[in-house]
């Protein structure tokens, strides 16, 4: 708990962090990443077949070589983020957030009373019940909550999005975002990296991290 709590205060001082993307289920690749000193581990349950019961394999897996692990689940279900967050997860990666009230959902599904209506369980999370009382005590100052940017209704909407204080920062998404756009696949088409700039720069603005991934970076300076 005190090594998320670590990289919770890097992602708010909006320091330099790298994280790896694991799109497949085998423990293996995500411990590959962990030694390799990511600090955060993304599991791609959207476009992969990473099922829930995977899912909690591969996030004992990154946290036990000292990365967090940041789910993004196929919807904002709470059939997702539920079995997610109690399974241990670090906190979460959200596609396709779009308004205002979709990130009031989504805080209230991330975290406990009085700050959300994430509901009260023992699993793997809470450590089987043994670490319950602490777990739950410094949850909400502890996990992330990353917002993925993926269409132009999105950016339009970017500095409401911003304007929680739960909300730790936002991913480009930059295929849906081309698809967005009338240009889909093209993701270095001018109209989509402006797009991409506008998030970046109200991110500065409003002191919030951004993800990018690292072979667009030429792309946006």
Known sequence: MNHRKEIKNKFKNRERL??????????????????????????DMEHATISLEQAQRIIAASQSEGSLCLPRPVSHSNDWTKPLLDSGADGMLYPMVNTKEEVRNLINLNKYPSMGKRSFGVNRAQGYGFVFDEYVREWNSSSILILQIESIQA????ESLLSFDEVDGVMVGPYDMSGSLGVPGQTTHPSVLEASKKVILACENLEKVVVRKLLMLHKMD
Do not use: L, M, Q, R
């Open 155 to 158: 950016v339009e909407n970017i």
């Open 18 to 43: 790298f994280g790896g993307w694991v799109s497949y289920a085998h423990p293996s690749i995500t411990e590959t990443f962990a030694k390799a000193g990511f600090d955060f581990i993304a599991i």
